[in-house]
């Protein structure tokens, strides 16, 4: 059974500029969630989507943004860029249907570095 | 607001000691998970403890849930080198906390 999948794993991006990243989530997964990881904040909600719908969002400004397709693949956006957006991204996958323990079973997320 | 709080945030121990990471939350979860980061690497499940009283074993590491308390404990026994790694509580909704980075010497 194939994991979850982020691509790209690495980006460079200058101030200003908008990044687009993306996450296909286990197979029969429908929620997925998104975590920014940094050395200072640490682990950081973003927000979580379950059948194409945004489920709970974390405490972020607006230029965060994110939608999930149909078939449970996520994509996540973040516009003006700044330095502080350097930091791993990582997205997660959870069945949560029926009698589901909500384990979250992570990718090995996206590395952006703003220049 | 919901807060995750671990502590210790940074362990050094020697093989073969025995020690306990806490975790401890403000809102009420009948539910908390452990999870295991390598360096550069990303998170991997550990534990899922889905109810008060919950114990659960891998090896050298065993977890427990008491959702009174608000309380989850990660106990290590006999630690190894390969126990090395940050390891972070998250609670539902998945929030988590900073993680407590456990390094084991020789």
């Known amino acids: 059974k194939a994991g979850v999948t982020q691509t790209p794993r690495y980006l460079i991006k200058t101030r200003g500029q908008q990044v687009t990243l993306s996450c296909s989530p286990i197979?029969?997964?429908?929620?997925v969630s998104w975590y920014q990881q940094t050395p200072g904040q640490g682990l950081q909600f973003l927000f979580e989507?379950?059948?194409?719908?945004?489920?709970n969002k974390g405490n972020f400004p607006g230029r965060f943004s994110g939608r999930q397709f149909s078939n449970s693949r996520s994509e996540m956006n973040v516009s003006t860029l700044e330095l502080g957006d350097s930091a791993l991204y990582l997205c997660?996958?959870?069945?949560?249907?029926?009698?589901?323990?909500?384990?979250?079973?992570f990718g090995e997320g996206s590395r952006l570095t703003v220049l | 607001e919901l807060k995750v709080e671990q502590n210790p945030l940074f362990l050094s121990m020697q093989e073969g000691k025995n020690y306990t990471i806490y975790c401890n939350y403000s809102?009420?979860?009948?539910?908390l998970y452990w999870y295991r980061q390598d360096p550069g690497k990303s998170l991997e499940s550990l534990f899922v403890?889905?109810?008060?009283?919950a114990v659960k074993q891998e090896g050298r590491l065993m977890a427990s849930l008491d959702t009174k308390a608000r309380l989850s404990t990660l106990h290590i026994t006999a630690a190894v080198h390969d126990l090395s790694a940050t390891y972070f509580c998250?609670?539902?909704?998945?929030?988590f906390g900073a993680g407590t980075r456990l390094t084991v010497k020789p």
């Open positions: 997660a996958s959870s069945f949560l249907q029926g009698p589901s323990t909500g384990e979250l079973f």
């Open positions: 197979s029969g997964h429908r929620s």
């Open positions: 989507y379950f059948s194409e719908t945004q489920r």
């Open positions: 809102t009420t979860s009948d539910r």
């Open positions: 403890l889905l109810s008060n009283g």
């Open positions: 998250a609670v539902l909704d998945m929030r």
